[in-house]
C-alpha cells in the first residue's frame, strides 16, 4: 500500500490543484454555495473516513434531541437504494446505510433521520416534512460545498493530525490543509486518556487555528456491557470471542480489548464491508461474536447470528463539554 502511494506521488499536485481551485472558486461566490435561514449543522473532516463522525453526531444528537425538532442528513454510503429515503417503521441498512441507521435504530422517536447523496435537495425535502426540523446535522458534508452549513465541526485524529498528512493518492487528505480554515470548531478525536495539558497545548501550535476557531479533544468512552437483540453481557466477564470489523481503522477497539486481558480472534474487513456468503458461512460456527455498533446493524439481520453476535457501543467524552455545548447553542439561537 505504501508503495503504491510513492508510485502515485506524481498525481498529488495534480489532485492538489483541482481541488484547491474548486474551493477557491466557491470561496470567490464563482461557484455557488446555497446558505439558509436556520441552523444547519456540519460535522465532517479534510481525510477519508475513521475520524469518529458517527459518534460525534450521536453526541450531538443526544445534547439537542430535547430543545429541538432535530433531523440528521447524511450520503448513507453504500445503501441499496436512491435518491431521498427517510427513517421510517421497517427501514433497513440497506435502505439507510450503515451509520443513518444507526442513527434511527437509537433516536427513531425522537429525531428524523434521512439519506440524499444531494444535500441540497435533502434539506428542502426534510422541510416538507411535518414536523419540520428546525436544526439539521450534515453528516459528512464538509466537502459538499453546494450548501453553506452555518457552523462547521471538522474533526482529526489524535494519531494522525491533518497538520502531518497530505492530499490524495499519497496522503489521506481530501482537499488541501487550507480546507481547515472553514472550521468553527477542531476536535482532535481518538486522544488517549491520559493526555496532558501541555501535549494539548503543543497540538494547538502545530494547527495554528484561526482567531475565531476553538479547538477542543475527545476521547472514546466504551460501554461496559455489550449488547445483543435481547440480552446483554459485562465486557470484563467474556470468555474468548471473534472480533468482527468493518471499519476504518480497528486499532484503538483491538487495543482497548487487549489492554483489558480479553481473549479473542480478529477478523478484520475494510470500512462498509459487505460481507459475503463465505464469510457469512463462517460466522455460523463461532460460539461468541463482538462487533462494533455500526457493523451490528448489518449483521443483526442474519437471524443464524441472533443468539451470538453482540456489539460494544462507544461514545465521545469532550475535554470541555460545557464551552463545546455554548458555541452549538450560540450559533443556534442567534437565528
Not at 467474556?238 to 480489548?257: E, M, S
Not at 443464524?304 to 458555541?327: K, V
Request: aromatic share 12%; with cysteine; hydrophobic share 40%.
Amino acid at each position: 500500500m505504501k508503495l503504491l502511494r510513492y508510485i502515485f506521488f506524481p498525481i498529488v499536485p495534480i489532485y492538489y490543484g483541482v481541488t484547491w481551485l474548486r474551493n477557491k472558486l466557491f470561496d470567490l461566490g464563482v461557484l455557488e454555495s446555497t446558505s439558509y435561514d436556520f441552523p444547519v449543522i456540519c460535522v465532517g473532516n479534510l481525510s477519508v473516513g475513521g475520524t469518529g463522525k458517527t459518534p460525534m453526531i450521536e453526541y450531538l444528537i443526544r445534547t439537542l434531541k430535547n430543545d429541538y425538532k432535530l433531523a440528521t442528513l447524511s450520503r448513507g454510503y453504500k445503501r441499496k437504494s436512491e435518491g431521498f429515503q427517510v427513517g421510517k417503521s421497517g427501514v433497513t441498512a440497506d435502505v439507510l446505510g450503515d451509520e443513518p441507521f444507526q442513527f434511527y435504530s437509537k433516536y427513531a422517536s425522537e429525531i428524523t433521520v434521512a439519506v440524499d447523496a444531494d444535500r441540497g435537495a435533502g434539506i428542502l425535502k426534510l422541510r416538507e416534512l411535518e414536523p419540520k426540523p428546525n436544526v439539521i446535522l450534515l453528516d459528512d458534508a464538509f466537502q459538499h460545498r453546494k450548501v453553506k452549513a452555518g457552523f462547521n465541526i471538522m474533526l482529526t485524529t489524535y494519531f494522525n493530525l491533518f497538520t502531518d498528512d497530505y492530499v490524495l493518492p499519497t496522503g489521506d487528505l481530501r482537499e488541501p490543509k487550507s480546507g481547515a480554515k472553514r472550521a468553527d470548531i477542531i476536535v482532535v478525536t481518538k486522544c488517549p486518556t491520559s493526555l496532558k495539558t501541555e501535549a494539548k497545548t503543543y497540538i494547538v501550535t502545530r494547527i495554528s487555528p484561526e482567531p475565531n476557531q476553538k479547538v477542543f479533544f475527545s476521547t472514546i468512552k466504551y460501554a461496559e456491557f455489550v449488547v445483543s437483540k435481547s440480552d446483554k453481557k459485562p465486557l470484563v466477564q467474556l470468555p474468548k470471542f471473534t472480533l468482527i470489523t468493518g471499519i476504518a481503522n480497528p486499532k484503538p477497539l483491538v487495543d482497548y480489548l487487549l489492554n483489558m486481558g480479553l481473549d479473542f480472534e480478529h477478523l478484520n474487513f475494510k470500512d462498509h464491508h459487505d460481507f459475503t456468503t463465505d464469510e457469512l458461512e463462517t460466522f455460523k460456527v463461532k460460539s461468541l461474536i463482538i462487533t462494533t455498533e455500526k457493523d451490528f446493524m448489518r449483521l443483526n439481520q442474519f437471524a443464524f447470528l441472533e443468539d451470538t453476535l453482540y456489539y460494544l457501543g462507544i461514545e465521545i467524552e469532550l475535554d470541555n463539554p460545557l464551552d463545546f455545548n455554548a458555541s452549538i447553542q450560540n450559533f443556534i439561537t442567534s437565528y
